[in-house]
């Protein structure tokens, strides 16, 4: 497969599934009334109107680096702005009142010098809100694990693949806490009620699948796929009612700088 972008359409396949982690890190939010907000990884915007719908008098600039995803967000709402920029090069052009990134972090290396950076982009007693999935023990994770590692594209695949991305509760606490007034971290698991033929493979697509995907030709993507719909298949069974049932973990963190 040759795909060079992000598939908005896929990726909103859960939509709604997707949006709620967003709208709980939302909700978290001390902030009554903030001039400048940044959403950090927005994606089509889908989270993005809600933070345009608390804070209707706010600047909001909505940052990704996939072209496909910022031209569903600019059919979205034309009072927010939209950039498309690489995250790992961007820099806010102000100090920001809220600073949101809702399942985009995990994407960027080097946390220990990333987090802090996000906060320099903060006003003094502003917010940097952060979410990030954290499901990267479970069977939809490292079932592609296993699949790059016993594949004959293995050497192609090991620099993309993104096996533990994350860092444990108590390493954020020491990266953000001396940079911050206050902490409130969290972690949450949705337990995702899924529809559809395969669902888990079909929400894995427009995610971790995709960089790997993008490596292969279409034959090779195939076989891969195939490999791994199998192994979910078993770990995540049909219920009886059609529905697959997948645990979902995730990450939160509102920073009070």
Known sequence: MTTSDWNATLYLNFGNERLRPALDLLAQIPTEDPKLIYDLGCGPGNATVFLQQRWPNARIVGIDSSADMIEKAQAVSTDIEWQLADLTTWRADAPADVLYTNATLHWLDDHETLFPSLLDAVKPGGVLAIQIPNNFSAPSHTSIAGVVREGPWQERLKPFQREHPVKEMGEYYQILRPHVTSLNMWETIYHQQL?????????????????????????????FVEDYRQRVRKAYPQQPDGKTIMPFKRMFMIAIK
């Open 195 to 223: 529809e559809g033929e395969d669902p888990v493979v079909t929400w894995t697509m427009s995610t971790m699948l995709r960089p790997l995907l993008d490596q292969l030709s279409e034959a090779e993507g195939a076989s």
